[in-house]
């Protein structure tokens, strides 16, 4: 006899962790919990119940799409990245983004963030999102780089591989991390600009 697990009573992280399997059942229980969570997220900046609705509809769409590629660890701080990214997607498709003199790259200022503790922790979200989708290479070069500060030899005499592998791996992470950290600011900037 197969014994039904009891998904309103497992934490986020088990959800996570069922709905990476293909869990219907924790899917379910994870758009129970957090559907009203992403509709205010989206309703709050688009003041449109069509569009928003069809925000819930993309997140919950996507994260089940893509079930089987994510290491989801918070799902709450997931979700509304999520809704986030697809609320200036449709800026973007609508052409309604509102327009900044100032160019991306002046704008990555740690006084962009300096007033909110929850903004960076936002943006380390963020990064740590990217970094998951990283492949496996590049993310460690990344890690290994940034977070132990350590130089192209020594990573490359802890991953086995050339020091320009290194070196190629971390341009092209830089670029992606850029490009990245630019729409998320663009985001940020569209979302408190509301």
């Not at 503790?117 to 940034?146: A, G, H, T």
């Not at 132990?148 to 005499?157: A, L, M, N, V």
């Not at 086995?160 to 729409?183: A, E, G, P, Y």
Request: charged fraction near 30%; hydrophobic fraction near 40%; glycine fraction near 2%.
């Amino acid at each position: 006899m197969i014994r039904l697990i009891p998904y309103n009573v497992l934490t986020d992280s088990q959800l996570a962790g069922l709905l990476s399997k293909g869990d219907e059942g924790a899917f379910n229980e994870i758009y129970s919990r957090f559907w009203r969570k992403v509709y205010n997220e989206s309703h709050k900046r688009l003041r449109d119940i069509e569009l928003t609705e069809d925000i819930v509809q993309d997140v919950f769409a996507d994260l089940w799409t893509k079930r089987f590629n994510r290491d989801i660890e918070n799902l709450g701080a997931y979700l509304v990245s999520a809704t986030r990214y697809q609320v200036f997607m449709l800026y973007r498709k609508n052409n309604k983004q509102p327009f900044f003199e100032m160019p991306l790259e002046g704008m990555a200022h740690p006084a962009l963030f300096s007033d909110s503790v929850y903004e960076v922790r936002e943006l380390k979200d963020c990064i740590n999102e990217w970094m998951s989708l990283q492949p496996e290479k590049r993310r460690e070069v990344f890690r290994l780089k940034f977070i132990e500060d350590r130089s192209t030899k020594e990573i490359s005499e802890v991953l086995n591989i050339s020091q320009k592998t290194v070196q190629n791996q971390f341009t092209t992470s830089l670029h992606s991390l850029r490009s990245t950290l630019s729409k998320l600011l663009l985001l940020i900037l569209i979302i408190t600009s509301r």
